[in-house]
């Protein structure tokens, strides 16, 4: 029946005008196209309908009316969803909950680094800083490290292999903060009270204590008169600022070569004790490797490991370890 053919084209040409009717204006001339009591193309239809024969009728008009209300509904629909953008600003619910922008947070080493320098500022200590890539004198000579020391083995330090180029002399990433305490006394007479916190490298293999990149806190401290008691004494300061007054501070002898004598130095805290660095009274080379006199001064150095306090303070002991510092997962990092 060719009337049936024209609906179900009517229909088809309807529903893909509405879809792709992109503002009101278009979908109002869809409306008078399509649906308009005057000239639109149903009133075309209508006036077909009325010649056909009498049996037919039925069949026909029911179409014609489920066609009608079909492209009525698909219209009223597209017309509301286009009408929406308009009153934009309406359709904003204020009683949502906002949308949270992603803030960070200061990253747990630097928190504890400024912790510390807080403690010891209230120690009478100043911060110094030194330079990450440094030469054989700061990280060695003058630290009394002579050339033949384990410790100056090419495979045990980061040696820029581009230094032959950029300077006359072999150049590193330090490998401990103590380059500081010769940066500093080269620079001022006594006395001095400082610390120094930042990055030192090592070619480790990394596992969940050991990094190729960490952080030391050096205290140097040299004045007339200075003693293993004032060591012993500044280290439990700072530990029970740090942790508390339930922290216990312990020597064990040990060697450094820019140190005379030499200690590991332990804390208690909780279960168990904890290795966290190595100290002593400055070695009468090393001040005199910067023009100090070892008859005159005396001095004690420490070097704390920064990720050890951090990781018993935030009770990090899992199987990854320090290295969850250094994952960089925001969900580890926004816990701090
Ligand atoms: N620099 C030493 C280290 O990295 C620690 C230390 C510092 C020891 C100062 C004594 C005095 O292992």
Redesign the pocket.
Known sequence: MPVLDALTEYEQQALDAIQSAADPQQIEAVRVEFLGKKKGRLKELQSVLGKVTAEERPVVGRRFNEIKNRVQSAWEQKRDQLARPATAAAAIDVTLPGVTLPVGSRHPIAQTIDEFKEIMGRLGFSVADGPEIEDERHNFEA?NIPLDHPARDPLDNFYLATAGRTSDRPLLLR????TV?IRVMEQTAPPVRIVSLGR?YRPDAIDATHSCMFH?M???MVDRGITMADLKTVLRLFATAYFGDDVHVRFRP?F?P??EP??EVDMAWGDGWLEI????M?DPNVLRAVGYDPEEVTG??????VERFAMRRFAISDERGIRHFYDNDVRFLQQF
Do not use: I, P, R, Y
């Not at 490998?175 to 103590?178: A, E, I």
């Not at 004690?300 to 490991?305: R, T, V």
């Open positions: 630290l490998s401990q903060t103590s305490q030192v030391q050096e205290g140097l040990s450094f820019f140190t030499s200690v660095g190595g100290a002593g400055v004690f150095a420490f070097g704390l490991g």
